[in-house]
């Protein structure tokens, strides 16, 4: 199984473990140590060995840090994760802070005195992070960059991972690398750049046509890269990850070098460098500043290129979503029958969806832990079944299944929410009500131009007539076989880059009613210019096409509460969906899947 | 007449009067001078005196910008009104620039060699719009405020208006002043300033309860004031708008200082004084920071309490709405009467309108000048008919009319799109799908802490759907006897002000089809609390309810395309423009009211 069950956390240890942190601190005259959950990448997901905040709070969420003082200690998480760091840590050490209510900047000026001292690890913070602690504090406290205390203390820390960096070939990226380069060089000479530092190893991946398996579910190698005006690159990665193979296929414009010699080359770096203030260490603006590299900030070009998808990556896309359709459908059959032997239990679903995705034979691995939670589980947003919260499904129960896998050709993430035998009436037109503006947004057309905050409310619409609400965003742009959560574009209130021909994003509107059920139904779309014929005014429309395949449980649905249009939208999804998985199914799932495809 | 219909441009002047400011440029070695559109109060309609732009390029619009240099000259207007300022203004004398494809840094970067002086009035530029060019060419210009260079070559300039300040009475205004001040001291002491300047005229009038009529359709004095933590006020007003009425009125809270000793005031100010850099003058900063008076930037305190409308304002604007309601539908009766005497022309429209608002005895001013546009004139968002551009209606037009009146109870902004005879399919469907959006935000429901930005999107999803937009925000605020333009709020894609209940706003989507016609359907609606019974996740919710009490014209809707939904809401909403008006309708108006009105 690529997904375990086991409960992770052991508050206990955080005591010993804080005691040893602060004998650290004090050596070094630290009043304050600041521990972020990321790595030195900035990504969500990290590998065991960058696991600093959970080894010290035992608090496994993907997003927080820690504020620790001599005598407290503070972690902050977001709403998604207050419940959940209450019950993994101990609260006689840490204070749990709610952000953005609660903020670091505060508490600083609640627990640190003039000219105290507040440290961190530069390769663990972003320029951003640290530059608005500066400019606020900067002439009332300390600011001092340290080694990590967390990695001098941590015995049988794990050791960084060190999986061979593989060709991600043309078949799947559709652009050879040296073009890529190219474009990159072209963007950086227009701009008046030497080079670009690169410190997103998705974008790295990208640019190189290279992927790797760093980190568990999102299929990269840890690395850092330059890329220069005259399209050469220089790639910093541990020699243990580099094979004859990958030397073949990165050819004679890219330079291998040893990470340890990163800091060093960049302190040679000539000409203007251009830095993301967004996304780079500040360890990194360090160097630099101490060398007196000229530098500017400007995002990473990558993050453009690599979120418009082109035509190979939609095609592979399509055929990925066409394999995982199919693998999803098999479970779903299996599942709503009753004489099939799968575990009735939220694991036993997990499990054998693992399986059926397996059982394609082209899964490189799922892309992120299923969240399958039935009942009141599935209202928690992020929850993740393990064997102490799993849940025996049950006649009545509703199980809200968010999941997704890696292939080659392509990341999918699929929510479907679907009824065990006969549901509350009151659910039912709760999903009705998501599945309108999950139909809305994928129905909308818009001019070129907006960004996700834009047409946000377009998916929610239906939902605030019944005085409704969720509270995530409606949609996270996705990688191409890269991260499944992947920016810059999203569809959210936070979000202002506008939409382009070729992103990839959910439409996943969602509901949740607190210790009951959870509703959330999730397509994957991309986006596309709109049918020109149809635009009088010649604006330049953009649409979405959707790329998800599997069917929306009639069961969950109030058919007198979609219009017209609403019931041929999902009658027309459902035809596709039947025409394009029904050839690759058994046939048991495919006589499952005509009558649950069947026009209402 | 309240409206005009003279061309007011003449461009001939130019070169005369661009030769006299180059000789008073140059006598005071100055390269460059900015002349801005707005007075010292930085609103929307300026007094005759201040039309210094329009006297110097002949541009009538209502925002913009020239600057000068000693041997070309640079206009600067926004999309509404490139074409409008090609026409009036002479192109050989002033190059026109498009905001914001063009910018004045730009400009300056362009045309001002290093060490060059720009000079400007100070008391015509807010702190933000002066520090934005400090900001970027400190280190490369020089920048010297001076003396208006205008008001010194202008010959026979109009004299400053020295109308009455009046008293606006509780019954109008639903809060006495003292209360108000109340508010706002605490708010002042709250934050730790001493007392804040207040620069806008609809601010101080909205804090004193008072009006006057120095700017024709906005019933303001102009003045300046400073509220302090205390509660005390002083105004700063010509001494000929006070009378004993006046002073009476204000009462003892309320010092009256003649208007020439402001600078003197600010001079002595103590503590930390608030002003606001949107829009205050930057000559209130140059004075302070010449006396090392401290002060913050913060917004106008009044801003949001001006916005959010007490119950006897929204009463108040309910009974102006009926009142304005009638007239308009008087006129509309006698429009589409082929046997009454209106003459069928632009200007016979917008007189017989003005006639019949003047009818109900209580007109105090039109809020606008209204806009009337028939076939192709109905295209030009901004449309103001003069005698020049007057077009004769006829059988199978459609025309636009956007006016509005204001009235001591409330200030009425309304829009109607009406077919004089039959008009195209094109242009039925087009106002339908325009209907579609001000239905979708009249009935759109959605939680606390939304701006417009967040809800623009759906007035527009249904033109969007057939590759259709309009080019204007959604919707405006509107005050109360006051500015018919007021913010902080507005739908629209550049407003992040959250929307609270008692906001009145303007619902106004459109369709302009350039050469050939143009649609908008506007009612003015107000912010409010949702029903709370409906909420079952006890999610503070918003709503709208409708102020504008007209039909809108069955012959620009094409029914099929409506769901029952919003054939449902039409009907209730005629069901009570025929309630709330008929009783003070004419016998004809109501027999043509009923018609109007009928169920669909």
Redesign the interface.
């Known amino acids: 199984m690529f997904q375990s069950f086991d409960e992770k956390t052991i508050p206990g240890t955080a005591k010993d473990r804080i005691f040893l942190l602060r004998k650290e601190m004090l050596k070094n005259n630290v009043d304050a140590f600041l521990i972020p959950r990321n790595d030195t990448h900035m990504g969500e997901y990290v590998s065991e060995r960058d696991k600093r905040l959970e080894w010290l709070t035992s608090f496994t969420g993907s997003a927080g840090y820690c504020l620790v003082f001599k005598d407290k200690a503070f972690l902050f998480v977001d709403g998604r994760y207050t419940i959940q760091a209450a019950n993994q840590c101990d609260e006689n050490i840490f204070r749990i802070c709610k952000i953005p209510d609660d903020t670091l900047i505060n508490c600083i000026n609640d627990h640190l005195n003039e000219h105290e001292v507040l440290s961190y690890d530069p390769w663990l913070h972003t320029i951003d992070q640290i530059e608005i602690i500066k400019s606020k504090k900067r002439d009332v406290i300390k600011l001092v960059e340290v080694d990590n205390f967390i990695d001098l203390i941590w015995n049988n820390q794990p050791s960084a991972p060190l999986d061979l960096m593989v060709p991600h070939i043309l078949k799947y990226s559709g652009q050879e690398h040296n073009e890529k380069l190219k474009i990159i060089a072209k963007n950086l000479s227009k701009k008046g750049h030497s080079a670009v530092v690169l410190t997103q190893p998705d974008s790295i991946a990208w640019a190189l046509n290279t992927r790797g398996t760093d980190l568990i579910q999102t299929p990269v190698a840890l690395c850092f890269a330059t890329i220069s005006a005259s399209g050469k690159a220089n790639l910093f990665i541990d020699q243990n990850k580099v094979d004859n193979k990958l030397i073949k296929h990165l050819g004679s414009n890219i330079n291998i070098c040893d990470i340890k010699y990163f800091g060093e080359f960049l302190n040679a770096m000539t000409g203007i460098v251009r830095i993301d203030s967004q996304r780079a260490p500040i360890a990194i603006k360090s160097i630099l500043e101490k060398e007196k590299v000229s530098f500017v900030y400007d995002s990473d070009p990558v993050l453009m290129l690599r979120a418009c998808k082109n035509i190979t990556e939609l095609e592979g896309s399509l055929k990925a979503h066409i394999r995982d359709g199919a693998a999803f459908v098999e479970f779903l059959s299996e599942v709503q029958n009753k004489n099939s032997n799968i575990t009735m239990d939220e694991i036993g679903f997990v499990k054998h969806l693992e399986l059926k995705r397996r059982a394609t034979g082209k899964l490189k691995n799922i892309s992120f832990d299923t969240i399958c939670g039935s009942g009141p589980n599935g209202a928690i947003v992020h929850y993740r079944v393990n064997t102490k919260t799993n849940r025996q499904i049950s006649y009545g129960d509703i199980v809200l299944i968010d999941s997704g896998g890696q292939y080659l050709d392509g990341t999918t993430d699929i929510t479907r929410t679907i009824a065990i035998g006969t549901v509350p009436e009151e659910a039912i037109k709760a999903s009705t009500l998501v599945l309108k503006g999950m139909i809305?947004i994928s129905?909308?057309?818009?001019?070129l131009g907006?960004s996700g905050?834009?047409?946000?409310?377009?998916a929610?619409?239906a939902l605030?007539?019944?005085?409704?609400?969720f509270d995530h965003g409606t949609g996270h742009g996705v990688g191409s076989f890269l991260s499944v959560h992947e920016g810059p574009q999203a569809i959210s209130?936070q979000n202002n880059i506008a939409l382009r021909p070729g992103m990839i994003i959910s439409n996943e509107p969602g509901y949740y009613?607190k210790n009951s059920f959870g509703i959330r139904i999730e397509n994957l779309i991309y986006v596309k210019e709109?049918t020109k014929g149809?635009?009088?005014?010649k604006?330049r429309?953009l649409e979405f096409e959707t790329l998800t395949l599997a069917p929306i449980d009639h069961n969950m649905i109030k058919l007198s509460l979609l219009?017209e249009y609403e019931k041929k939208w999902l009658n027309n999804y459902h035809s596709n969906v039947y025409k394009k998985l029904s050839p690759i199914l058994t046939k048991t799932a495919k006589s499952w899947l005509k009558i649950a495809c069947k026009s209402i």
Chains 1, 2 share one sequence.
């Open positions: 809305a129905s909308l057309k818009f001019p907006l905050r834009d047409i946000d409310a377009i929610r619409q605030w007539s019944e005085g409704l609400d209130r009613k709109s149809k635009i009088p005014d604006r429309m219009t």
